[in-house]
């Protein structure tokens, strides 16, 4: 109960775009902390981006900036990560996570800062 759900995953050729949603009942009565994390095969799971639900301080990691936008739209209790111009080095499952907190700051891409997880959706960039 209370788990976030991503959805918006799929296969795609590199330059294609992608739009992630992330859905969480719990976000409209808190502010929390909403991130982006993605685990590649065999590698660690790493922060993507992310954003307050009351909005603002929005963070990126350096091999998305440019690239990707995370969003919210607290109306319809969902977050977004508009995903353009993908890469082979995309890939992955992405993963949503929650931290109730007023405002994201620099420990936004520790994975031990976060209680709430999604179960993931998959992201495969093709060359």
């Known amino acids: 109960q209370g788990q976030p759900v991503e959805s918006g995953g799929g296969s795609v050729q590199a330059g294609d775009s992608l739009r992630l949603s992330c859905v969480g009942d719990?976000?409209?009565?808190?502010?929390?902390?909403m991130s982006w994390f993605r685990q590649a095969l065999g590698t660690e799971r790493e922060g993507v981006a992310a954003?307050?639900?009351?909005?603002?301080?929005?963070f990126y990691s350096d091999s998305v900036k440019g690239r990707f936008t995370v969003s919210v739209d607290n109306a319809k209790k969902t977050v977004y990560l508009q995903m353009n111009d993908l890469k082979p080095e995309d890939t992955g499952t992405y993963y949503c996570a929650a931290v109730p907190t007023k405002w994201c700051a620099s420990w936004w891409a520790d994975t031990h800062e976060y209680p709430i997880w999604g179960k993931g959706t998959q992201v495969t960039v093709s060359s």
């Open positions: 954003i307050s639900t009351l909005g603002g301080r929005l």
């Open positions: 719990r976000y409209t009565y808190s502010p929390y902390c």
